[in-house]
């Protein structure tokens, strides 16, 4: 043992070397582990069953891979990336720069470290060399000298092939590109939230990347990294993140894990940690789930006190509907690996939520209410955009309900991952027209101030630097987060109705909608290879591998030939 507290272990011979830890008490943290090239450590809680320890590698010690770029000075000491970026920043000056970043020019020109979100710390590796400590997320960069300097980034990127495409009118291509390249930057060990903050995976936000993931990049490792490091804890002691809505979208995450990219092994590995969370869900449910220390939802204001985040009595309808659309996740979930005694206490208790859920529901509004025992707190679009995606309602009613979405009424959502959501629940309701118009007020509103990454919230109301406070901090609002990577799959999506209709995509559903009346075209990779479907000359043409099959369409519009 060193005076660190380290204990280094130094084999000098080929074998095997068994480590084994005690601690004092249940509560004791274990110490940590950092395997060393060219050991390769595998961990175990019971001594016999083994399994790779740090799956992916360790966040904080494996490099990724980096790309040397230069940038433009486009003012005295402004200097442009020409996109978001995340790196270590180089500069050569004889002298200690003054330096700045930002993910905007406003952010740029801050000099206060107190107000700064991320490190402007620099360190001199070299005479003259200067390095910032850890890589930053940014655009632009501010260095101020005495006397010439040199100024470069060693970016760092995962490396992923495009497998998808989509291709529709200008504005739509570049969204679409867009938050591809938003969802690349937050690909790194695991699925991030963002490269600015917090850098760490978010169950929530899963749901959206995991969905942007299989229609862009088509990778299953990182999104098994994901789903393996949020559910390692389990849920004894708080939920997952620590909200009670993340706990239900991880297990949303993982039925739509498999419905992409079919992986029964993965599921075998994890299911018993998956089944006991099931179990704590079914126990502490009657058939409504206790909100817990926190749920999340989303950011918006209660509409009762506009001063404050809305709290869980008003998201009471929205957590219990999520609830429900878990269970039925669950349920598959059991029903792959066979355990149909769990699958069947998921189901039952379901279908006593969806009754007592219908019982909520407000007929004279045509809504679901913010919470049926407080009627005064009045209605939020999330429980009835969850109540359209869970399937919770019959289409008939969904299509009735997100016509009440359409307008103003109420407030809109707070971020680009429940806008996300609204737009695909105006998809299923039928409501293309709708669904796509949203689509470009939001993400074309963000690529009209500037954007080559999409934004953790975008207000259209806001003008100004405001836009770019979060959290009361001037600072706050991620300008990359990959809740807001949704086109990518949501364009696909909206125009060709192409999704799984089987794990691994072995039967899949193309349903284009009245939206096809141009030239467009898309390419969905899945795991037994791409589906390429295009317009020409007002007929829809396929290609797909042999090995997966095409459902009937349900409705077209439009003659389709099969070319694949």
Same mark, same amino acid.
């Given at each position: 043992?060193?005076?660190?507290?380290?204990?280094?272990?130094?084999?000098?011979?080929?074998?095997?070397?068994?480590?084994?830890?005690?601690?004092?008490?249940?509560?004791?943290?274990?110490?940590?582990?950092?395997?060393?090239?060219?050991?390769?450590?595998?961990?175990?809680?019971?001594?016999?069953?083994?399994?790779?320890?740090?799956?992916?590698?360790?966040?904080?010690?494996?490099?990724?891979?980096?790309?040397?770029?230069?940038?433009?000075?486009?003012?005295?000491?402004?200097?442009?990336?020409?996109?978001?970026?995340?790196?270590?920043?180089?500069?050569?000056?004889?002298?200690?720069?003054?330096?700045?970043?930002?993910?905007?020019?406003?952010?740029?020109?801050?000099?206060?470290?107190?107000?700064?979100?991320?490190?402007?710390?620099?360190?001199?590796?070299?005479?003259?060399?200067?390095?910032?400590?850890?890589?930053?997320?940014?655009?632009?960069?501010?260095?101020?000298?005495?006397?010439?300097?040199?100024?470069?980034?060693?970016?760092?990127?995962?490396?992923?092939?495009?497998?998808?495409?989509?291709? =529709?009118?200008? *504005?739509?291509?570049?969204?679409?590109?867009?938050?591809? /390249? +938003? $969802?690349? &930057?937050? !690909?790194? #060990?695991? @699925?991030?939230?963002?490269?600015?903050?917090?850098?760490?995976?978010?169950?929530?936000?899963?749901?959206?990347?995991?969905?942007?993931?299989?229609?862009?990049?088509?990778?299953?490792?990182?999104?098994?990294?994901?789903?393996?490091?949020?559910?390692? =804890?389990?849920? *004894?002691?708080?939920?997952?993140?620590?909200?009670?809505? /993340? +706990? $239900?979208? &991880?297990? !949303?995450? #993982?039925? @739509?894990?498999?419905?992409?990219?079919?992986?029964?092994?993965?599921?075998?590995?994890?299911?018993?940690?998956?089944?006991?969370?099931?179990?704590?869900?079914?126990?502490?449910?009657?058939?409504?789930?206790?909100?817990?220390?926190?749920?999340?939802?989303?950011?918006?204001?209660?509409?009762?006190?506009?001063?404050?985040?809305?709290?869980?009595?008003?998201?009471?309808?929205?957590?219990?509907?999520?609830?429900?659309?878990?269970?039925?996740?669950?349920?598959?979930?059991?029903?792959?690996?066979?355990?149909?005694?769990?699958?069947?206490?998921?189901?039952?208790?379901?279908?006593?939520?969806?009754?007592?859920?219908?019982?909520?529901?407000?007929?004279?509004?045509?809504?679901?209410?913010?919470?049926?025992?407080?009627?005064?707190?009045?209605?939020?679009?999330?429980?009835?955009?969850?109540?359209?995606?869970?399937?919770?309602?019959?289409?008939?009613?969904?299509?009735?309900?997100?016509?009440?979405?359409?307008?103003?009424?109420?407030?809109?959502?707070?971020?680009?991952?429940?806008?996300?959501?609204?737009?695909?629940?105006?998809?299923?309701?039928?409501?293309?027209?709708?669904?796509?118009?949203?689509?470009?007020?939001?993400?074309?509103?963000?690529?009209?101030?500037?954007?080559?990454?999409?934004?953790?919230?975008?207000?259209?109301?806001?003008?100004?630097?405001?836009?770019?406070?979060?959290?009361?901090?001037?600072?706050?609002?991620?300008?990359?987060?990959?809740?807001?990577?949704?086109?990518?799959?949501?364009?696909?999506?909206?125009?060709?109705?192409?999704?799984?209709?089987?794990?691994?995509?072995?039967?899949?559903?193309?349903?284009?909608?009245?939206?096809?009346?141009?030239?467009?075209?898309?390419?969905?990779?899945?795991?037994?290879?791409?589906?390429?479907?295009?317009?020409?000359?007002?007929?829809?043409?396929?290609?797909?591998?042999?090995?997966?099959?095409?459902?009937?369409?349900?409705?077209?519009?439009?003659?389709?030939?099969?070319?694949?």
């Amino acid at each position: 043992m060193q005076s660190d507290g380290v204990f280094r272990l130094h084999p000098e011979r080929e074998g095997t070397l068994l480590l084994r830890v005690e601690t004092g008490s249940d509560g004791e943290l274990l110490p940590g582990i950092l395997p060393l090239p060219p050991l390769g450590w595998e961990a175990s809680s019971d001594g016999v069953h083994f399994e790779t320890a740090l799956p992916g590698g360790d966040p904080a010690g494996d490099p990724l891979p980096t790309l040397r770029l230069t940038a433009e000075e486009y003012a005295p000491g402004r200097y442009d990336f020409g996109r978001e970026l995340i790196g270590t920043v180089r500069i050569h000056s004889e002298t200690r720069p003054e330096f700045g970043f930002g993910e905007s020019t406003f952010e740029l020109e801050n000099r206060d470290p107190a107000r700064s979100e991320q490190s402007l710390e620099l360190v001199e590796v070299a005479p003259g060399c200067w390095e910032t400590p850890g890589a930053l997320a940014f655009r632009y960069l501010r260095v101020e000298a005495l006397a010439p300097v040199q100024v470069e980034c060693d970016a760092e990127f995962t490396p992923e092939c495009y497998r998808g495409a989509f291709a =529709a009118d200008a *504005e739509l291509n570049r969204i679409w590109m867009c938050s591809a /390249y +938003t $969802l690349r &930057l937050c !690909i790194r #060990h695991f @699925l991030i939230d963002g490269i600015k903050r917090d850098r760490l995976p978010w169950a929530g936000d899963l749901a959206l990347s995991l969905l942007a993931n299989a229609y862009t990049f088509a990778d299953p490792e990182p999104v098994r990294r994901t789903l393996t490091i949020l559910g390692d =804890a389990g849920i *004894e002691e708080q939920h997952v993140n620590g909200a009670t809505d /993340y +706990t $239900l979208w &991880l297990l !949303i995450c #993982h039925d @739509l894990y498999l419905r992409y990219f079919e992986d029964p092994a993965f599921l075998e590995r994890l299911y018993p940690g998956i089944a006991a969370m099931i179990d704590r869900l079914l126990e502490s449910s009657t058939p409504f789930l206790p909100p817990g220390s926190w749920v999340f939802i989303d950011w918006v204001a209660s509409r009762q006190e506009p001063e404050r985040g809305w709290n869980s009595e008003e998201k009471e309808s929205a957590l219990q509907i999520l609830f429900f659309q878990a269970l039925e996740a669950a349920a598959r979930l059991a029903e792959r690996r066979q355990d149909t005694r769990l699958a069947e206490r998921c189901r039952k208790r379901a279908g006593e939520l969806k009754e007592s859920l219908l019982r909520g529901f407000d007929a004279r509004h045509g809504l679901f209410p913010a919470n049926p025992a407080r009627p005064e707190l009045g209605f939020y679009r999330h429980a009835n955009i969850l109540a359209v995606l869970s399937g919770l309602v019959e289409p008939a009613m969904a299509r009735a309900i997100m016509e009440k979405l359409c307008d103003d009424e109420l407030p809109p959502v707070g971020t680009p991952y429940q806008a996300a959501l609204e737009i695909l629940a105006f998809h299923r309701a039928g409501l293309h027209e709708t669904a796509l118009a949203r689509l470009r007020k939001i993400w074309g509103g963000m690529l009209r101030l500037g954007a080559t990454t999409f934004f953790e919230a975008y207000d259209a109301s806001q003008t100004g630097n405001e836009r770019y406070a979060f959290y009361q901090r001037p600072y706050g609002l991620s300008l990359c987060h990959a809740w807001s990577a949704g086109p990518a799959a949501l364009l696909p999506i909206l125009f060709f109705g192409c999704e799984p209709a089987a794990d691994g995509w072995r039967t899949f559903r193309i349903a284009p909608s009245p939206l096809c009346r141009g030239n467009e075209a898309a390419t969905i990779p899945t795991p037994a290879g791409a589906i390429r479907l295009w317009r020409e000359e007002g007929r829809l043409r396929e290609e797909f591998p042999p090995e997966i099959t095409p459902e009937e369409p349900r409705s077209t519009g439009h003659p389709v030939r099969r070319d694949g």
